[in-house]
């Protein structure tokens, strides 16, 4: 019989704001993060903003980073270190008092450490040829290494490893370590994702595949989901990060819960390496193996965090997809995508979003879908899609929906305890 899973720490590192209290605070009121790049020069470039964590130093940490501790680290890596740490101070664990071989990492990234590939390189094609690489070029780089650190801050000693599958990554870390739980292998899992690609060559990358808005008169708003003139995704970087816990386990020490997890999706579009399938037979098929997982009714489920990222084709897929899936029951649930305000976060956005819907269960209350101006005709906008404002609401159960490119689908599902 499986044991129960629950979340009973959170962190997030985010353009919304640098914790938890900031992030829900902006979330709620429906603040946009988009900015003009700081963090290189975007004259040639097609895409010009994006939602950069702002106001971030790691100066401000100096119980997680020293001097030389910095230096090991990619910017995807520190992000991960803050949520993680933010989510152990909240869950009230103290780890120095636990069996190590009971608590593990598993830790997303879609991309990884791209900034520190690229200054790599760059600094040896730009140089006379000789090869000088630092010692800690590939241990910054690699997109398990921040698992790597986190562990070793802590002492875990558990399953530790990273998930990579574009932007579904951090869900299904989050999908494994309930899983490792549920079956008995640990008690604790710390979990999430992190991204940091906001550089010449993730811009320059995803604007090659025009999956990037270019609105940059207009980059408050250019993240619209379900809006008829959206044309793109704006990129975000930061990252989310949860404490994992067997429910006894976290019962007999008072620790605060935020929800349980009840069950978890995964599938493949098997149909094109960018686009999402036509059809959302692989988003059906990821919700619909969620919902079984739980053994729940369609019906129970109030609210959806939806990938919903602004693309053109992405929106249109993921709506019909929900409503395949619910039927009548679409019309009465709460949906949004907060991806309007916080951008893209790539292999963070499961868990940051998952982040969301735990807030939104807290708050009883749902994030809005900011920036819609024009309807869609291939849009129906009988479902609540929690336009402009934020909606009071009793949220008992919620669903968190990420796919990524390779037709990767990942769902996880929330219940209020």
Not at 306 to 318: F, K, M, N, R, Y
Not at 383 to 404: H, P, R, S, Y
Request: hydrophobic letters at 40%; proline letters at 4%; a negative charge.
């Amino acid at each position: 019989m499986y044991k129960r899973v629950v979340i009973t720490g959170i962190g997030a590192i985010t353009p919304l704001g640098n914790n938890i209290k900031e992030f829900s605070d902006n979330l709620f009121a429906g603040k946009s993060g988009a900015a003009p790049i700081t963090h290189f020069d975007t004259t040639k470039f097609k895409t010009k903003f994006a939602c950069e964590v702002k106001g971030f130093d790691v100066a401000d940490y100096p119980d997680i980073f020293d001097r030389k501790e910095v230096r090991k680290h990619d910017r995807y890596s520190l992000f991960a270190m803050v949520a993680s740490q933010e989510a152990v101070i909240d869950s009230g664990l103290d780890f120095k008092s636990i069996d190590p071989n009971s608590a593990g990492v598993i830790w997303a990234s879609g991309i990884g450490g791209i900034g520190t590939f690229f200054e790599e390189v760059k600094g040896y094609v730009l140089g006379d040829g000789t090869p000088r690489f630092s010692p800690f070029f590939v241990p910054k780089m690699i997109s398990d290494i921040a698992a790597g650190h986190i562990s070793i801050r802590h002492g875990l000693r558990g399953p530790n490893y990273a998930t990579v599958s574009a932007c579904a990554s951090s869900n299904n870390a989050i999908i494994d370590a309930f899983n490792l739980i549920r079956m008995g292998k640990v008690n604790i899992m710390v979990t999430g994702g992190s991204e940091a690609a906001i550089n010449e060559a993730g811009i320059g990358g995803f604007n090659a595949s025009q999956a990037l808005s270019t609105r940059n008169e207009h980059y408050l708003t250019a993240s619209r989901p379900f809006d008829k003139t959206r044309d793109g995704f704006v990129m975000g970087e930061g990252a989310g990060g949860l404490i994992l816990e067997e429910y006894e386990h976290a019962k007999v020490r008072g620790a605060k819960i935020y929800a349980e997890i009840i069950g978890g999706g995964m599938s493949g579009d098997a149909y094109h390496m960018t686009a999402p399938h036509p059809e959302g037979l692989g988003a059906i098929a990821v919700m619909e193996q969620a919902i079984k997982d739980a053994g729940l009714s369609p019906e129970k489920i109030d609210y959806i965090n939806v990938h919903g990222t602004s693309t053109p084709l992405g929106d249109i897929a993921e709506l019909n997809a929900v409503k395949k899936v619910f039927g009548e029951q679409a019309y009465s649930m709460s949906i949004s995508s907060t991806k309007s305000m916080t951008g893209h976060l790539l292999g963070a956005a499961g868990a940051v979003e998952t982040i969301v819907c735990l807030l939104a269960m807290q708050k009883n209350a749902v994030p809005p879908t900011i920036n819609f101006q024009e309807k869609d005709e291939q849009i129906d906008y009988k479902l609540n899609l929690t336009l402009n404002q934020a909606q009071e609401k009793e949220i008992k159960v919620a669903l968190n929906n990420v796919f990524g490119f390779g037709g990767h689908n990942a769902s996880v599902l929330l219940k209020k305890i």
